[in-house]
């Protein structure tokens, strides 16, 4: 049984889709001010509108939480070992599903472990890959905390456990520190059901060593990152695009924290419409 996925279509267009994917503790709609921004550099461009869309990750936002089913099995730790990958496979029939044979993915965080796994398991479905404030190693030990929050989400049926997301922290870029930036935080994961960012965390917990993919790339890529992000700064995100090799980009983001996209989308929509670019270019 395929998961369900609710998505958003931010822009209508010809050719094929931009697909956005979210992170965590959020969904779609953390790419909705970048989506404008690309809009409207690829009109100042003279580009004819392409699609982009930002579909909610399951658990997240519209889309459903997954079944048991859907998941498959859940190990001794309390992870889904399989989730990434049929959730990987349900991002690729969502897109054939409207007609398209492939697709430019981009993905922040958590949406940057669903790109890498998609790339792993269906390559043919993307014409261009953009991995942004993310890692390919998997968590190890370090998934342990990730089940420790879900049973926090699950035992309280609150998203009090995930709200430090929306607090600012020693550090933390300009704008994360803003009012404003917390405000909308705190409210799209007030939004968000307990249940869903469980589910999210477990997958994650389970997911495969995704280490040595990057290198297998060999399509258009965008390597992107926060100057001041805390676990994907430029320290591990430019050898991550010196792996990949001259397939990649690499944009550096001065002032600027683990959500790019939503901290200055401006910049990170330049690089994904430079990669949508070239990955028409590539199909021509």
């Not at 001794?76 to 430019?104: F, T």
């Not at 790339?217 to 990949?244: F, K, Q, T, Y």
């Not at 683990?258 to 199909?283: C, M, Q, T, W």
């Amino acid at each position: 049984m395929k998961m369900r996925i609710a998505n958003r279509v931010l822009r209508e267009g010809e050719g094929m889709p931009l697909v956005l994917v979210n992170a965590f503790p959020v969904d779609g709609r953390m790419w909705e001010a970048c989506a404008r921004q690309i809009a409207r550099q690829a009109d100042e461009a003279g580009l004819v509108p392409f699609p982009v869309w930002a579909p909610d990750m399951p658990g997240s936002g519209q889309s459903p939480v997954p079944t048991a089913e859907e998941s498959g099995p859940m190990d001794a730790s309390g992870a889904y070992p399989e989730a990434l990958d049929r959730m990987a496979d349900a991002y690729a029939d969502l897109v054939r599903s409207a007609g398209y044979d492939q697709a430019v993915w981009a993905g922040l965080s958590m949406g940057g472990y669903l790109v890498a796994d998609l790339w792993r398991r269906q390559p043919q479905t993307m014409a261009a890959v953009a991995l942004c404030d993310t890692m390919a190693a998997s968590d190890g030990v370090g998934g342990a905390a990730r089940i420790e929050t879900a049973e926090a989400l699950e035992r309280t049926d609150s998203v009090e456990p995930v709200m430090h997301f929306a607090e600012p922290a020693e550090g933390d870029s300009t704008v994360k520190c803003s009012p404003d930036f917390c405000a909308t935080m705190r409210g799209w994961i007030m939004e968000q059901r307990p249940a869903g960012c469980a589910w999210r965390q477990r997958m994650t917990a389970g997911r495969p060593d995704l280490t040595d993919v990057p290198v297998t790339i060999d399509v258009p890529c965008a390597v992107v990152s926060g100057e001041l992000d805390p676990s994907s700064n430029p320290g591990v995100m430019r050898p991550l695009a010196e792996r990949i090799g001259a397939n990649a980009t690499f944009t550096a983001i001065p002032d600027c924290g683990h959500f790019s996209a939503v901290e200055h989308p401006d910049i990170v929509a330049k690089a994904l419409l430079d990669l949508y670019r070239r990955a028409a270019e590539g199909n021509r």
